[in-house]
């Protein structure tokens, strides 16, 4: 019987368990920590004086007492270490700095024309190396890197397919965990998306909910239960490649009539070159909307509806209590509201639409990079790392 190994596996758990408690709920004091844990107060007190070596703990002073000795209160510390988060976009590349609790501390964006995939991987990896330049000194240093991107990715970190960037089997974690030693993790830049919103944004309060992300394409990012929802392979959420007309125009992922060739970034500027007969961008348009151009505000209308005809499909097919609309078009939000609301009103179903929250987010194109970090932490705190004291 290995019993030094099990107790071992069973001290481990409980640390993370206070030091959980102590990221979530501080200022906190040991005693409610026992008693929220069921954890004796000794265990606890063990537990935490490890905790404070390892510097992700400090004690703040003592808190209100609620009859007899005033209590220690305990608050985690954030700045143990810093985590980078990435959204590596089709045209652009967004990355943060943020401490151990998301706070950003840094942010560097960089454009990018997506000539070839190592002119975009080097560029992607000089906005990591200029965060980390920028990173102040810290105990455990950068923690994680998380990145998100609009593709398939599998669990070893591969991008299988993004189809905006015409991206194939790219071994994307390896290759940025080779020049910087820093683990990393990859995923969809929606289940990043979601991430975020659930940890920072309108999603805070909400075991279900489905954030879409509109940019170049269309991904959405699904919570049940408070859990990110990757379907039966990983690979859930390419709800832009749902066709909403069945006969309609051929879409890069090799479908007809998919909803993101109608109700995306792309698709907003397409139409928009196509009735000025040049090419223009979304900052502009934003410009001439907010100045009254009607012809700008049109096209930003049906935008609206399309995007819409896809959001009826999710209520209908999901029954979520919550859906959030991000990415650089959440700025056009007064415009496109209304003619969504007003197709969801004619089309979904009464019964899921009654309990129904459609939100644009506030975190505005932010929410990809926030989740990116979350998920950089989080397996920094599901590591081993965590419970090895530091050297130092």
């Known amino acids: 019987m290995k019993q030094t190994g ?50 992700l703990v400090d004690e703040i002073g003592v808190g209100e007492s609620s009859g ?36 950003v501390i840094e942010e560097y964006r960089v454009e990018h024309d997506n000539t070839s995939l190592e002119a975009t991987v080097a560029l992607l990896k000089a906005s990591i190396r200029e965060l980390i330049g920028r990173a102040p000194d810290s105990v455990y240093g950068i923690i994680g890197i998380g990145i998100g991107l609009p593709g398939i990715c599998d669990e070893d970190g591969n991008l299988l397919f993004a189809p905006n960037l015409g991206w194939e089997n790219v071994p994307l974690q390896q290759l940025v965990e080779a020049e910087f030693d820093i683990p990393v993790v990859i995923d969809n830049e929606a289940n990043a998306g979601a991430v975020g919103e ?57 479908s007809l009539g998919c909803w993101e060739l109608f109700a995306s970034e792309h698709a907003l500027l397409e139409h928009a070159r196509l009735e000025r007969g040049e090419a223009v961008d979304l900052e502009t348009l934003l410009q001439q909307a907010d100045a009254g151009e009607q012809s700008v505000i049109r096209l930003f209308e049906q935008l609206g509806y399309y995007l819409g005809v896809g959001v009826v499909n999710i209520v209908n097919g ?54 990116a970090s979350t998920m950089a932490i989080a397996r920094f705190f599901a590591s081993s790392q965590v419970s090895v004291e530091h050297s130092g």
């Open 318 to 371: 999901f029954n979520p209590e919550f859906i959030i609309l991000g990415g650089r078009l959440a700025g056009a939000e007064k415009w496109l509201m209304q003619p969504l609301q007003s197709l969801l009103k004619q089309r979904s179903l009464p019964h899921p639409r009654k309990q129904l929250n459609v939100e644009f987010s506030k975190l505005g194109d932010g929410s990809t990079v926030l989740g």
């Open 6 to 55: 099990d107790l071992n596996l069973v001290k481990k758990i409980n640390k993370s368990i206070v030091l959980h408690h102590i990221r979530t709920d501080s200022p906190i004091s040991r005693a409610r920590i026992a008693e929220v844990t069921g954890l004796t107060k000794a265990t606890v007190s063990s537990l935490v004086n490890e905790l404070i070596t390892s510097s």
């Open 198 to 254: 659930k940890q920072f944004g309108a999603g805070k309060d909400t075991a279900n909910l489905v954030y879409i992300s509109i940019g170049i394409g269309i991904g959405a990012g699904i919570i049940i239960k408070g859990e990110l929802y990757r379907g039966a392979t990983g690979f859930s959420g390419e709800i832009g490649h749902i066709s909403i007309q069945h006969d309609g125009p051929k879409c890069r992922c090799g």
């Open 68 to 103: 007899g000795r005033k209590p220690m209160m305990l608050i985690f510390n954030g700045t143990a270490g810093y985590a980078i988060g990435v959204d590596l976009g089709v045209t652009d590349i967004l990355a943060v700095l943020t401490d151990l609790t998301g706070q």
